[in-house]
């Protein structure tokens, strides 16, 4: 019997380690390559490719451009803008009010908890910086107050189970309960992650320019995916 128990235990534990999400059959994986090389340059001029999940299949798509994060609040909308080197702003918006709330390259808006919370960030020459704040609320006026420092400037993010996946411009977070789980030093610096799809707390792909990155943060194992020729 304890056999057959370690047997189903060690086959479960297999399982868990092979995605069931199927890489598009166009792409092929290669060696990352390294920083300023000619594999790397040929990378960061390719298109940027967004990808999304139908059914067990990833798809790629042209990477939108970027809009305004908006968010339903009473009887108006919280709206965040990144306008890159030329900044931003948070606002609350009801008919044609506007209200600021807070300067800065609002990155996205989203709920947890019941609470709001926004990603602020910017990477652009020198400066490359990430932060998450909370929305307040009381009395009819907007407070905000800073409950995490990213490694770097937010690119894209997902919730998935209460927790946070962030791709960063370099690197990947992983926040539990308002603290950093798990940071992986990633290769992508420059090639701007742009999309999450996220399959389990140690399966998620990332859509960047060039190409799909698989990464498995409990193994750090990082694979990247190009279109073949």
Request: contains cysteine; glycine residues 6%; aromatic residues 12%.
């Given at each position: 019997?304890?056999?057959?128990?370690i047997?189903?235990?060690s086959?479960s534990?297999?399982?868990?380690?092979?995605?069931?999400?199927?890489i598009?059959?166009?792409y092929?994986?290669?060696?990352?390559?390294?920083?300023?090389?000619?594999?790397?340059?040929k990378?960061n001029?390719?298109?940027d490719?967004?990808?999304?999940?139908?059914?067990?299949?990833?798809?790629?798509?042209?990477?939108?451009?970027?809009v305004?994060?908006k968010?339903?609040?009473?009887?108006?909308?919280?709206i965040?803008?990144?306008?890159?080197?030329?900044?931003?702003k948070?606002?609350y918006?009801?008919?044609?009010?506007?209200?600021?709330i807070?300067?800065?390259?609002?990155?996205?808006l989203?709920?947890?908890?019941?609470k709001?919370y926004?990603?602020?960030?910017?990477?652009?020459?020198?400066t490359?910086?990430?932060?998450?704040y909370?929305?307040e609320?009381?009395?009819?006026?907007f407070?905000?107050?800073?409950?995490?420092?990213?490694?770097?400037?937010?690119?894209?993010?997902?919730?998935f189970e209460?927790?946070?996946?962030?791709?960063t411009f370099e690197?990947f977070?992983?926040?539990?309960?308002?603290k950093?789980?798990?940071?992986i030093k990633g290769?992508?610096?420059?090639?701007y992650?742009n999309?999450l799809i996220i399959?389990?707390?140690?399966h998620?792909?990332?859509?960047?320019r060039?190409?799909?990155?698989?990464?498995?943060?409990?193994?750090?194992i990082?694979?990247?995916?190009?279109?073949t020729?």
């Amino acid at each position: 019997m304890r056999n057959i128990l370690i047997l189903i235990l060690s086959i479960s534990l297999s399982s868990c380690a092979q995605s069931k999400i199927e890489i598009p059959s166009n792409y092929k994986e290669i060696e990352i390559p390294k920083e300023n090389s000619a594999e790397f340059r040929k990378l960061n001029y390719s298109e940027d490719i967004s990808i999304k999940l139908t059914g067990s299949k990833i798809e790629t798509f042209p990477t939108p451009r970027r809009v305004d994060s908006k968010l339903k609040f009473k009887n108006g909308y919280l709206i965040g803008s990144d306008n890159g080197e030329w900044g931003g702003k948070l606002i609350y918006k009801i008919g044609e009010k506007e209200i600021q709330i807070k300067e800065g390259n609002i990155v996205s808006l989203f709920e947890l908890e019941g609470k709001i919370y926004f990603l602020e960030g910017l990477a652009h020459g020198v400066t490359n910086y990430g932060e998450i704040y909370e929305v307040e609320y009381s009395r009819d006026v907007f407070t905000y107050k800073k409950v995490l420092e990213l490694p770097d400037n937010p690119e894209t993010f997902q919730v998935f189970e209460n927790k946070i996946y962030i791709a960063t411009f370099e690197n990947f977070v992983i926040i539990n309960n308002w603290k950093v789980e798990k940071e992986i030093k990633g290769f992508w610096d420059s090639l701007y992650p742009n999309s999450l799809i996220i399959e389990n707390d140690n399966h998620i792909f990332i859509g960047i320019r060039g190409g799909i990155v698989e990464l498995l943060p409990k193994d750090e194992i990082i694979k990247l995916y190009v279109k073949t020729d």
